[in-house]
Structure formats: structure tokens, C-alpha cells
Nanobody, 119 residues
């Protein structure tokens, strides 16, 4: 069974930084894209950043402040968040497209980690 475990959330003041980590474990053959989503109260879940084989996406709302990276050897993805703003407050979710067999893949979600930015 595949699991994604997140860590690194917390509370910071505006202008501060946090680093989120997400590690996948279980029966994994390979991982395709990995990414971070967030959901603020009363809002839809939105894609913040994703990283695949040779491609990276970062949402305009966080471009220049957030950086996504991954460590394939550890099946992990990271989100470095700098210059945080109150509007970045949300629950952040890790997502990964994981192959458990040569042709069998599924999207998996982490449990979510709260990020709170105070003004």
C-alpha cells in the first residue's frame, strides 16, 4: 500500500519561510509527477506547483516565492516557501502519480499539513 507523508507546516509571520516535505513509501515501481496543492477555507483546492520528468509548473500566485524540488532516490518532493503572505494560509496537500506496476498507476494524496501566515 502506498502512502504519502507530509511534514513541515506551521505558523509564521508574513515574510517568513517554511519548507514542506513529502515522502512516498510502499509498493512503488516509479513515480511520475509530484506536486503540491492547497485549499483555503471556503475555496477550491488549487495546484501550487508540480514537477515531472523535465518539467516544472509553478502557479502565478506563488511564482518567485515558492520553489518545488524532488529527490527521486528518496521518493520525496519539497516545497520551499519564502516571503509568505497571509493569503498563502491553507492546508497544503502533496500529490503524486505513482506506478505500482509497469502499467498500473494511481494518484495518491497526503494527509495535508496546515500553513498559517499571520500579518
Amino acid at each position: 500500500q502506498v502512502q504519502l507523508v507530509e511534514s513541515g507546516g506551521g505558523s509564521v509571520q508574513a515574510g517568513g519561510s517554511l519548507r514542506l516535505s513529502c515522502a512516498a513509501s510502499g509498493s512503488i515501481v516509479r513515480i511520475d509527477a509530484m506536486g503540491w496543492y492547497r485549499q483555503a477555507p471556503g475555496k477550491l483546492r488549487e495546484l501550487v506547483a508540480s514537477i515531472g520528468t523535465g518539467s516544472t509548473f509553478v502557479a502565478d500566485s506563488v511564482k518567485g516565492r515558492f520553489t518545488i524540488s524532488r529527490d527521486n532516490a528518496k521518493n520525496a518532493v519539497f516545497l520551499q516557501m519564502n516571503s509568505l503572505k497571509p493569503e498563502d494560509t491553507a492546508v497544503y496537500y502533496c500529490n503524486a502519480l505513482i506506478f505500482e506496476g509497469a502499467l498500473t498507476s494511481s494518484h495518491y494524496w497526503g494527509q495535508g499539513t496546515q500553513v498559517t501566515v499571520s500579518s
